[in-house]
């Protein structure tokens, strides 16, 4: 069986370039695969541990600002009336509200929501607080074993939570309603000898970390929970009944404690995540509990995809490799003459299949090809000819903004005439203008519309040369119903204005005028009795409008030739080398300019 398969490989050409191509393919893919799973599956239980991980990080940071904020309030331990009322034992109601009113001033400078009541006392259980006012203790504060341990430790703050705490509400019998609290607790001592005379606590709202605890999860399963600096938690969620579920080991004491922040658990049933983050603030810790499998579900669902795609390549290369290395196998040479034929311009030149061999697809193939290359000259003429329509359409939007700046320039001028009337009927004209102009994007409009176009400028140009310019539009009405390509009489007019009767004296008229001659074509003529232009000019002007580009670009700088240019170029785009524009003046006279299209259908 092996030498069959030996004899089979050395003398078939297509199991030769099979078994390359299988080589060459799948062992890259292989190989791919391989690394493309190790990089994203590291990559991904990298981030999801980095996004767990965060979490906690986002409620010690929380909790440090919170604790440091609060604790500016522990600076009324220099207050001179805090001192004295913890330091006397006969205070008058005036030192009492003196004091009270330093702490609301506090309150209001520091914005404090959380903080639900601040008290003092001194060694001998007098006190004061927001809620019950000056107070004496039935017993020795000193009985509180928060406050013993602050007397032998003068300089330490306590963070006590309720449930480690007989906190300040126990002892002055004035309780919270269905609130905890966290009491920070410290020293006030005696300025010159530093003696400790009393006591500072502050109480806080712990709903933010019992909220914390209660509404964020990680994973499915997964919860947070807080601990004191030993390890014994302080805050936990409230659905968590089985606290056998918390860690207890050294390695959590080492991420409390040391530089790393995670570990996983394997002690019982399946493998846990377990991180922690630290509030330098409280010194507690924000443990995390999340079983290893909801850590590493995106990257397995990554590694399965891979597997599925790196096997769906295989099939697909070997099943492709297969189909050309069959196709490779077949003799060209009989389509050398074909080609030949074709490579010299004749794509007439069809293979004639015979048979059902694999000569005979190739001839088909051979065919395809040739109808291909034929689709391809066509389509090539095919865009030739939208290039061409769009060289005409960049040329329209050369006008447009040519046009817009010497209206604009009409509008300001009103404007600051002080003509209210003259510049609403101004902006309506523009306003009609524009939308003749704009036409939902169609680059033909009817003849009538384009006089509308023209009669909306031509009230715009005569409101600012009311005194010089007159004018007169005479189209015979059987033309009106004729397409024209929008934009092709107002840069002549506005050409006939700026370069003819702005540069003359006295009253200037415009005059179009529209017929149709013999050869069935449309003659549109735009005349005016401006200045004119000498015959050197005329002569300049002509050439630079046979030329394809415009004045500015030859270097023929020919007044009033940029308009002029593009008319005539997109007439010629569009109606032929016949059709146009043809310019006649004569100096101190006028200009003549005559449009001629051809009389089509809409």
């Keep these: 069986m092996p030498m069959a398969l030996l004899r089979w490989l050395s003398s078939s050409l297509r199991a030769k370039l099979l078994t390359m ?11 791919v695969g391989l690394i493309s799973h190790q990089k994203s599956f590291n990559t991904v239980f990298k981030n999801s541990k980095a996004s767990t991980m965060l979490v906690a990080d986002q409620l010690a940071l929380d909790l440090d600002i919170l604790f440091r904020d609060t604790g500016k309030l522990l600076e009324l331990d220099k207050n001179p009336r805090v001192l004295h009322f913890l330091f006397s034992q006969s205070d008058s109601y ?17 914005q404090y929501d959380s903080v639900l009541n601040i008290t003092m006392i001194n060694l001998y259980g007098r006190g004061i607080s927001e809620r019950k006012g000056v107070f004496q203790l039935d017993r020795n504060p000193l009985r509180n074993e928060n406050l013993a341990y602050l007397v032998n430790h003068p300089n330490a703050v306590l963070n006590i939570p309720s449930s480690k705490s007989s906190s300040m509400d126990r002892l002055d019998g004035f309780p919270y309603k269905d609130k905890n609290v966290i009491s920070i607790m410290t020293t006030v001592k005696q300025r010159i000898t530093h003696e400790v005379i009393g006591f500072i606590i502050i109480d806080l709202d712990d709903s933010i970390v019992k909220r914390f605890c ?66 330098k603030a409280t010194g507690w810790g924000i ?7 909801e850590i590493v579900e995106e990257a397995n669902a990554i590694r399965q995809l891979i597997i599925i795609s790196v096997v769906l390549s295989i099939i697909f290369a070997i099943s492709l490799h297969f189909f050309v290395s069959t196709r490779l196998t077949r003799p060209v040479h009989v389509l050398k003459n ?79 005439s002080g003509k209210k009337d003259q510049v609403i009927t101004l902006v309506q ?19 009538k519309k384009e006089l509308e176009h023209v009669q909306s400028y031509m009230v715009i140009q005569q409101m600012r040369y009311r005194d010089i310019l007159e004018y007169d539009i005479c189209i015979a009405s ?17 050409n006939a204005i700026y370069h003819g009767i702005k540069n003359k004296r006295g009253k200037g008229m415009v005059q179009v005028r529209g017929v149709m001659d013999e050869d069935r074509d449309i003659l549109i003529v735009v005349e005016d009795n401006g200045i004119g232009m000498s015959e050197t000019r005329l002569e300049e002007l002509r050439f630079a409008l046979s030329q394809p580009d415009p004045p500015e670009e030859t270097g023929k700088e020919v007044s009033g030739g940029f308009g002029l240019h593009n008319v005539h170029q997109r007439l010629r785009l569009y109606y032929g080398e016949a059709y146009g524009v043809q310019v006649n003046s004569r100096e101190r006279e006028g200009t003549t300019v005559m449009i001629r299209i051809p009389m089509q259908l809409g």
Aim: glycine share 6%.
């Design 21 to 31: 191509f299988v080589i060459l393919t799948c062992i890259p893919l292989i190989s």
């Design 94 to 110: 005036e030192d009492a509200k003196d004091i009270l009113r330093t702490m609301s001033s506090y309150r209001q400078t520091y």
């Design 214 to 279: 209660d509404n964020v999860t990680i994973g499915k399963t997964g919860f947070f929970y807080v601990v004191d600096e030993t390890g014994t938690p302080i805050f936990m969620p409230s659905a968590l009944t089985n606290q056998a579920m918390l860690p207890v080991s050294d390695e959590l004491t080492s991420i409390l404690k040391g530089p790393e922040t995670h570990f996983i658990d394997k002690s019982e049933g399946k493998p846990k995540f377990v991180f922690a983050s630290h509030s």
């Design 287 to 293: 443990v995390g509990i999340v079983p290893l499998q």
């Design 338 to 416: 074909k080609m030949q034929l074709a490579a010299s311009g004749f794509l007439e030149a069809k293979v004639v299949p015979s048979g059902n061999d694999e000569i005979a697809d190739l001839g088909n193939s051979f065919n395809i090809m040739l109808g291909k290359i034929r689709r391809l000259l066509e389509q090539s003429i095919q865009e030739q000819q939208e290039i061409k329509k769009a060289e005409l359409r960049a040329l329209q939007a050369q006008i447009n903004p040519h046009f817009l700046y010497n209206t604009l320039e009409s509008i300001i001028w009103m404007a600051e």
């Design 429 to 447: 004209s523009l306003s009609s203008l524009f939308r003749i102009s704009l036409s939902k994007g169609k680059d033909w409009i009817t003849i």
């Design 478 to 494: 059987e033309l009106y119903s004729y397409p024209i390509l929008k934009m092709t009489l107002q840069p002549i007019i506005e």
